[in-house]
Nanobody
Framework: QVQLVESGGGLVQAGGSLRLSCAAS????????MGWFRQAPGKEREFVAA????????YYADSVKGRFTISRDNAKNTVYLQMNSLEAEDTAVYYC????????????????WGQGTQVTVSS
């Protein structure tokens, strides 16, 4: 029922910035909590950031606090991840995911997932 499509990934040098977007289908985006997760080769998928239905509550992994910002525009059915001061360790496939209302940090609590977008940071 919910389709999520990520975009905005690419190749950047360390210290650079990217903004990822996740566009959602459906009529009830304003009721979704949204999360960003990432997975690097040989590693498990890990939490990056999450935002509740209204944008009033956000969570960040310790590794990205102060560098990444999650935001949403409910009028556009879109959630964003602004990534600044990128490091080689940020290289991964980034996924957005959705669930109802409340933001959480565990991937098994999310119901729908996008296809992912590659972010590569050169050192």
């Amino acid at each position: 029922q919910v389709q999520l499509v990520e975009s905005g990934g690419g190749l950047v040098q360390a210290g650079g910035s990217l903004r990822l977007s996740c566009a959602a289908s459906g009529r009830t985006f304003s009721t979704y909590a949204m999360g960003w997760f990432r997975q690097a080769p040989g590693k498990e998928r890990e939490f990056v950031a999450a935002i509740n239905w209204s944008g009033s509550i956000t969570y960040y992994a310790d590794s990205v606090k102060g560098r990444f910002t999650i935001s949403r525009d409910n009028a556009k059915n879109t959630v964003y991840l602004q990534m600044n001061s990128l490091e080689a360790e940020d290289t991964a496939v980034y996924y957005c995911a959705s669930r109802s209302w409340v933001a959480v940090t565990t991937d098994n609590e999310y119901d729908y997932w996008g296809q992912g977008t590659q972010v590569t940071v050169s050192s």
